[in-house]
């Protein structure tokens, strides 16, 4: 499903960043917090790079336009000297130059002889500061294919995992904890697993019959915290039974202090541990709690046994991609500005995805044995594998995850899939994709109940 045009001025999405929700985009706080006063420090003025279609889609060898404009105390900035450049979504190459404002307007162009995304950056200095506007638009988007095929063993790797936790017993803890809505009970929920167990919170209907629930999975954004339960309350209280789980199957309600401690000692920089194989890649741990945790929630008996849906965005996205691919079992997984995706970018002269594991080293070749252990992470590998429909969504301007690798991922899904593009969003969900996300999970469980 392509987005409709966005009239939204990064000034307005910078605005909706600040907006509450009683859902979170299950992006990193950090990294949220982070984009938001970003986008804060870069808009004292209202300083914008618009792609010239609406839609930002063109077709390769077009001509793409993007239109610069400023405006200080409400009026058109003239003569202002900008600095511009536009990137194959921010690698080479790439062209610059300098262009001078006319009625707060001025316009530059690029072309892409390939399926991609152009960034356009533009920057002026104010008192000292440089102030920086991006604009992005896809050409060929729904082309991209990803930069490499998965390992010949890639199945029958993930089917050994798979057998080895099958024999880890569940043995899962459910213990009652505060609920802060009287409809809802929620319990802390802890799983076995391989290595570290599944931490989260359970949410379910008070007096929910069994067989009577559809499920949701909700899975976190890069960092270090506390499962949320107040996420797992607001599924449940509109009739699903949820489940949230921390990344790293870490306790459940402790003081900010602990997980502070975390982040900063044993788990910091966990996104690159193992990287050199397969078999001591990080990430693979987390793959299987949600595995695991998937197993938590179908036991429990108000399950309807029919839906089965898993929620995240960014690290949580590719968690999310990743349980739909390996599990059967999952009807439907929403991916917000998802993660890992086409990690092997630098291979073929592409941006990677986060968490950016392999750059280029001074032989102009990213390292191989990290290319290697990514081709069986990555999530361009499951969605080529999942029959779960999916939702996904996209910012045209994100560095963190790039249009470009999430589109690769996007388009090895054989399955009913729709894809929100966030044209004026960096790594976040704004409101209106939030809005979008939260309804796919309806639209699914609704079909899957007529």
């Known amino acids: 499903m392509a987005s409709s045009p966005s009239s939204l001025s990064v000034v307005a999405v910078a605005a909706l960043l600040l907006g509450g929700t009683p859902f979170p985009s299950l992006i990193s706080p950090r990294l949220e917090a982070a984009q938001t006063q970003e986008a804060q420090q870069k808009q004292e003025d209202l300083f914008t790079v618009t792609p010239e279609r609406p839609l930002a889609i063109y077709r390769a060898g077009d001509t793409v336009s993007f239109i610069i404009r400023l405006k200080q105390n409400g009026k ?16 080479p190459p790439i062209s610059e130059g300098t262009v ?6 001025a316009t530059v162009t690029a072309k892409l002889d390939e399926p991609g995304f152009l ?32 390992p010949d063993d890639f199945d029958a790797f993930w ?4 057998t080895a936790l099958a024999q880890v017993p569940i043995n899962a803890r459910l213990t009652p904890v505060d609920s802060p809505a009287p409809e809802v009970e929620v319990f802390d929920l802890q799983a076995d697993c391989i290595g570290a167990p599944v931490s989260g919170y359970l949410a379910r209907p008070k007096g929910a019959k069994p067989k009577t629930l559809p499920a949701i999975l909700t899975l976190h ?23 949230d789980i921390n990344a790293h199957g870490i306790p459940n309600g402790k003081p900010k202090e602990f997980y502070d401690a975390l982040r900063d000692g044993e788990l910091r920089d966990y996104r690159g541990r193992g990287r050199t194989s397969k078999e001591t890649f990080y990430f693979q741990g987390m793959f299987l709690r949600v595995i695991r945790a998937i197993d938590a929630l179908a036991a429990q008996p108000e399950w309807d046994g029919r839906t089965l849906v898993l929620y995240g965005s960014s690290q949580g996205g590719a968690q999310s991609i990743a349980g739909a691919g390996l599990d059967p ?4 997984f929403v991916a917000g500005v998802p993660a890992m995706c086409d990690m092997t970018g630098t291979k073929v002269g592409r941006i990677a995805g986060w968490p950016k594991l392999a750059p280029v080293g001074e032989d102009g070749k990213p390292d191989a044995r990290i290319i290697e252990t990514l081709r069986y992470f990555d999530s361009a590998n499951f ?22 690798t999430v589109y690769a991922a996007y388009n090895q899904l054989a399955s009913e899939k729709r894809i929100f593009n966030d044209i004026t969003a960096g790594h976040t969900n704004t409101d209106e994709a939030k809005k979008r996300m939260r309804r796919a999970v309806h639209d699914h469980v609704a079909a899957q109940n007529k």
């Open 329 to 332: 079992r999952v009807t439907f």
């Open 383 to 404: 969605t080529a594998r999942t029959k779960a429909s999916a939702f996904f969504t996209v910012g045209f301007i994100d560095k963190t995850c790039p249009p470009t």
């Open 119 to 150: 960034l356009c950056e533009a920057s002026y200095q104010k008192e000292g500061k440089e102030i920086v506007a991006l604009g992005g638009a896809g050409v060929d988007p729904l082309q991209i294919r990803p930069s490499l095929d998965a």
């Open 76 to 91: 058109p900035v003239n003569g202002e000297s900008l600095h511009w450049k536009i990137s194959k979504d921010g690698v």
């Open 221 to 243: 954004g890069a960092g270090v915290g506390d499962s949320w339960r107040d996420v797992a309350v607001a599924w449940a209280k509109e009739n699903m039974l949820a489940l």
């Open 100 to 105: 001078a404002l006319k009625n707060g307007e």
């Open 159 to 162: 089917e050994g995992k798979k």
